[in-house]
């Protein structure tokens, strides 16, 4: 059975940083065939994608958070980071860890990132 727990969300003020992790269990996060990646999801508004990776090729982010967040795993913990830097009140969101096969697509049970102005 896969699991992927998320933790490290919280209350910061704008301009601070987090770093969320990502914990897997029942599925190897450096396997070639998955995609590892961030999402979020703001109240009101539809998930979207904050940063993806792969085991071969550079990771891709979405373009608001170019430049200030760091996806990056650690393969002998089976866990995934995503460093999060000048937070603004716009990051809010709950954040989820995935993980995507061409079969099959996994998600955790998400971390709240709440950004005060």
């Known amino acids: 059975q896969v699991q992927l727990v998320e933790s490290g969300g919280a209350l910061v003020q704008a301009g601070g940083s987090l770093r969320l992790s990502c914990v897997a269990s029942g599925i190897t996060l450096s396997s070639r065939s998955l995609v590892i990646g961030w999402y979020r999801q703001a109240p009101g508004k539809q998930r979207e994608m904050v940063a993806r990776v792969s085991s071969v090729g550079s990771p891709n982010y979405a373009n608001s958070v170019k430049g200030r967040f760091t996806i990056s795993r650690d393969n002998a913990k089976n866990t995934v980071y995503l460093l999060m830097n000048s937070l603004q009140p716009e990051d809010t969101a709950v954040y989820y860890c995935?993980?995507?096969?061409?079969?099959?697509?996994?998600w955790g049970q998400g971390t709240q990132v709440t950004v005060s102005s």
């Open positions: 995935n993980a995507e096969t061409f079969a099959s697509n996994y």
